[in-house]
């Protein structure tokens, strides 16, 4: 059971590379095509946000490419300098997705309330959780609980990454009508900001599913152990 582990692990890190090099390709050659309307990503998302009454969230510019996230702790929207200087349709996107994430928090949007309340839970959980289902894997016979206590961890961590996909989706479809609305992208442009943020989105959906094909895994060994007690 636990070379099967490994090899999910390791297709899903295959599926996950190959989506994040589609994602990475995508980004570039749409950030090649420059916005009809001019406007760089700072400034579409500065845009966005005061067309939706947000007036107490700062737009900043962050070091990474695509590390673009918005951080609801101090009310910013973090953009990559690609996507922060960038004049072209990756460039409005990306910008109009991260504040998607803003207008959520304004609205206490229910999805993102509860990841959220998850963050400090998974951010310790994450930190030791692989440690402890290797040793409950390890001594599943001798000490169950072990394993037990680590699926559990993992649960958690695999309820966090199913929870992010309606935030996700939801942050893409507020962008995506406000670009639409505001003619921010021409019919042409349009779609190609739609494809941007679908390949985005697919990494978050390759994710959610290797956590829980994993979690089924560590459950099976669990309870295959107790069937030998």
């Not at 995508?26 to 005061?50: C, D």
């Not at 007036?55 to 918005?70: R, T």
């Not at 895994?217 to 309870?223: A, D, E, H, N, T």
Request: proline share 3%.
């Amino acid at each position: 059971m636990t070379s099967s582990i490994l090899l999910v692990s390791l297709i899903f890190l295959g599926i996950s590379m190959l989506v994040g090099g589609v994602l990475k390709s995508k980004f570039t050659a749409y950030s090649r095509i420059p916005l009809s309307a001019g406007l760089t990503g700072a400034e579409v998302a500065m845009k966005m946000l005061r067309d939706n009454g947000i007036y107490d969230v700062k737009v900043i510019s962050s070091n990474g490419f695509l590390s673009d996230h918005y951080n609801p702790l101090n009310k910013t929207v973090n953009l990559s300098p690609d996507v922060y200087n960038g004049v072209s349709i990756a460039a409005a996107a990306v910008a109009a997705h991260e504040c998607g994430h803003a207008v959520q928090h304004a609205t206490a949007y229910q999805w993102l309330t509860l990841r959220s309340k998850l963050v400090p839970v998974v951010s310790f959980s994450s930190g030791i959780v692989q440690w402890i289902l290797l040793a409950g894997v390890l001594f599943v016979n001798a000490f169950p609980g072990l394993l037990l206590i680590g699926i559990i961890l993992f649960g958690l961590t695999t309820l966090f990454s199913v929870i992010t996909l309606p935030v996700e989706f939801d942050a893409s479809k507020r962008a995506l009508a406000w670009l639409n609305r505001t003619n921010m992208t021409s019919p042409r442009e349009y779609p190609k900001a739609k494809d941007a943020l679908k390949w985005a989105a697919l990494t978050y959906v390759v994710a959610a599913i290797a956590s829980i094909a994993t979690l089924v895994q560590y459950i099976f060994i669990f309870l295959g152990a107790r069937d030998r007690d």
